[in-house]
């Protein structure tokens, strides 16, 4: 039998951790199986551009567990979208994707493909099974699913989002320290999460477990309310700019300076309803996802709430490719091991799907199927301890749908 492997979409502190949790697990329990994992996702499946995963390869896959990023490269391609790979010289004009794809697994002599990505990954993957299995290919696709985000439908945990809430803490406990570096200073911690929120309450909440751990020293100007978040936006809430102003002018008073956690999708549909106003283009990329780097929320509200609260020095700070890019910590190792572990299992029976806990099926880890799985599953800002978090920070606890 052999297998190939693909990583692409953004990173997250799980992709090479999760290849080599498959080359160790093929080994154990099925050492004949070659392994080949194709360069930069469907880039190089597309291209033909492949690792042979040799014998000492075999032998240190446990290294990969130490690192962040993807030693097999990552690309954004869409395989339906064949303007955008004629654009790019990955198919010709008239040549059907899929069927490129295809034929390029079928002439590498591939039996199991393991894709490793989030939603656009894997609704690509099923995209592809689905084409496979439609024209008599009869090739095994199991997923496996990544994204910090955490927000694949219906899975309940995705791979490396845990660690990047972990490091996303670590990264506001640096650049909340410079609250003193002038007086009235606005620090904006903008987080990933183009249409959840998870990230950026779990990172929150993360933080805040410390900062309620934290010893202090007053006396001397060391303060946990100065080092304490004063906002959480996220896209599933509404933001009333003008009464968070005046709430948070009455910090900026009171403690002297104002930290905001802020997911990157919060505030987006009033940003893009202004660029359409003004007759701008929306930069959108190969999936028709709006390039939040180019419109820049974090600067958005920084430029609203400046000179409504007072702030004399205004910092916005992103950690996503600082959390994206970590090794796994100890939650995000097991799951990871549970899952690879399962989706070698599940290859080596002929059972195609995306690896995951069924959020609708009672937490069951399984293989489900593709067409059940699909993205932009929202944040459920209902959970009690998002509330309780929000009004211990003093902002009001939003109301939840009916």
């Not at 050492?31 to 000492?56: C, K």
């Not at 567990?65 to 790019?88: C, D, F, M, W």
């Not at 020095?313 to 091991?337: C, E, H, T, W």
Request: glycine share 10%; net charge negative; proline share 4%.
């Amino acid at each position: 039998m052999k297998v190939a492997i693909l990583t692409a979409g953004g990173f997250a502190p799980c992709l090479s951790s999760a290849v080599g949790g498959l080359i160790q697990r093929y080994t154990e329990v099925s050492p004949g199986t070659e392994i080949i994992a194709y360069r930069h996702g469907y880039q190089g499946l597309l291209a033909g551009d492949h690792i042979e995963v040799t014998e000492p390869v075999r032998r240190n896959a446990h290294l990969l567990h130490q690192y962040g990023g993807s030693p097999i490269g990552n690309s954004r391609v869409k395989l339906t979208n064949a303007a955008n790979l004629v654009e790019r010289g990955l198919v010709n004009e008239g040549e059907d994707p899929l069927q490129k794809a295809a034929e390029r697994l079928e002439a590498d002599g591939v039996d199991v493909l393991h894709t490793i990505g989030g939603d656009d990954t894997n609704t690509t993957a099923a995209d592809l099974a689905a084409y496979l299995a439609d024209n008599g290919y009869g090739l095994t696709v199991v997923g496996l699913p990544k994204t910090i985000d955490n927000d694949i439908i219906p899975i309940k945990q995705s791979l490396g989002a845990d660690t990047a809430a972990e490091m996303a803490a670590g990264f506001a406990r640096n650049i909340f320290a410079e609250h003193n570096s002038a007086s009235h200073t606005l620090i904006i911690h903008e987080v990933m999460g183009r249409h959840c929120g998870w990230l950026t309450a779990a990172a929150a909440a993360k933080y805040r477990a410390w900062l309620t751990q934290a010893e202090w020293l007053p006396e001397i100007g060391l303060r946990q309310e100065a080092w304490d978040i004063h906002a959480v936006f996220v896209p599933e809430c509404q933001i009333d700019v003008d009464a968070e102003a005046s709430r948070l002018s009455a910090v900026m008073d009171g403690i002297g300076n104002v930290n905001i956690f802020l997911s990157e999708g919060a505030g987006v549909e009033t940003i893009l309803h202004e660029m359409t106003e003004r007759g701008e283009e929306i930069p959108r990329d190969a999936f028709g996802h709006v390039k939040l780097d180019q419109i820049n929320p974090g600067a958005w509200f920084a430029r609203q709430f400046a000179s409504m609260i007072g702030a004399e020095k205004v910092m916005v700070q992103k950690s996503g490719y600082y959390s994206r890019s970590a090794a796994p910590n100890a939650f995000d190792l097991a799951l990871i091991k549970s899952m690879t572990d399962l989706a070698v299992e599940c290859a080596l029976g002929g059972v195609s799907g995306v690896i995951g806990h069924d959020e609708q099926d009672h937490d069951v880890l399984k293989a489900i199927a593709f067409d059940r799985i699909a993205g932009g599953k929202p944040f459920d800002i209902g959970q009690d301890w998002f509330r309780h978090m929000l009004e211990e920070i003093g902002q009001p606890v939003p109301l939840t749908a009916e």
